[in-house]
């Protein structure tokens, strides 16, 4: 934070932003649904225009001339916006690993990462998002054709299918701590 005071007062000076075209700037629908991240550019565009407004600003601003504006954190449609059909994640390797957050779902190990089915496809295990969890080799050998019950290796979380959001685009995947309070549990 940069101070200058003249006499002891300290007077804040905001720091400009560096690149406008960085996503940063949390865009919400009318009904203050997360849609997406855009530029600080484009969310000033959009509040010069009428067609949002802010909710939160960062601490950032921008220069001209004769105008100094702040930078929006986050701002919110002011008509509802439809958002198309939203099709599932798909079901992957990768995807479960982004799922799992690269670890072992028995141990917590992030090391020579495999997919391991929850109830053993010989026993009927579907191959899906309900029934397939990240696992280390160790770990996987060790469960071998049993469920985490009968081998005594519970399971850090349930396997479910993922959110679209976070998965399909990884929209929200850096989002800021400010826009928690509009991500609830989606970020």
Not at 87 to 93: G, K, M, S
Not at 138 to 151: H, I, L, M, S, V
Not at 154 to 168: D, K
Request: aromatic share 6%.
């Amino acid at each position: 934070m940069n101070t200058a005071g003249t006499g002891g007062e300290e007077v804040h000076i905001p720091r400009a932003a560096p690149d406008l075209n960085a996503p940063r700037v949390l865009v919400l629908n009318a009904s203050y649904e997360p849609l997406h991240v855009t530029s600080a550019k484009r969310a000033i565009t959009l509040l010069q225009y009428g067609v949002a407004e802010v909710l939160q600003n960062s601490a950032e601003v921008v220069r001209s001339p004769s105008t100094v504006l702040p930078i929006p954190s986050v701002i919110r449609l002011r008509r509802y916006v439809r958002r198309p059909r939203v099709h599932p994640v798909p079901f992957n390797r990768r995807n479960v690993l982004r799922r799992d957050t690269f670890a072992c779902q028995y141990c917590g190990s992030a090391e020579d990462l495999t997919l391991d089915h929850v109830m053993p496809r010989s026993r009927g295990g579907r191959h899906g998002w309900d029934n397939v969890t990240t696992a280390c080799r160790a770990c996987n050998q060790r469960k071998g054709n049993r469920t985490p019950d009968e081998a005594g290796m519970p399971l850090r979380s349930r396997p479910r299918a993922p959110t679209f959001g976070v998965y399909a685009h990884g929209q929200f995947a850096h989002w800021q701590p400010v826009w928690a309070q509009y991500l609830g549990d989606r970020g």
